[in-house]
Nanobody
Framework: QVQLVESGGGLVQAGGSLGLSCAASGSIRSINTMGWFHQAPGKQRELVALITSGGTTNYADSMKGRFTISRDNAKNTVYLQMNSLKVEDTAVYYC?????????WGQGTQVTVSS
């Protein structure tokens, strides 16, 4: 069984910064991809950023230059540093872990950006 525990969401003004973290525990393959998705009310869940265990990253176009994803393989933890936040970044942010055919999600953490 794999568990993902997220932390770090909250309320911030537009232009501000927030950091998220997600710690994975359980039976995890060392070769995996971790990442973040977000879901705004009434919208589909969308990719924010991914990072492989080898350090390769992938960002949604709207996050490039503002968000930075990183990970600590020894701690099975992924981080998301969000800078220059916009009102439209408001959403529930979900941590994701995938390896082989397995796909796991965290419970989600709310990020609200006020104008």
């Amino acid at each position: 069984q794999v568990q993902l525990v997220e932390s770090g969401g909250g309320l911030v003004q537009a232009g501000g910064s927030l950091g998220l973290s997600c710690a994975a525990s359980g039976s995890i393959r060392s070769i995996n991809t971790m990442g973040w998705f977000h879901q705004a009310p009434g919208k589909q869940r969308e990719l924010v950023a991914l990072i492989t265990s080898g350090g390769t990253t992938n960002y949604a176009d709207s996050m490039k230059g503002r968000f930075t994803i990183s990970r600590d393989n020894a701690k099975n933890t992924v981080y998301l540093q969000m800078n220059s936040l916009k009102v439209e970044d408001t959403a529930v942010y979900y941590c994701n872990l995938r390896f082989l055919v397995n796909n796991y999600w965290g419970q989600g953490t709310q990020v609200t950006v006020s104008s």
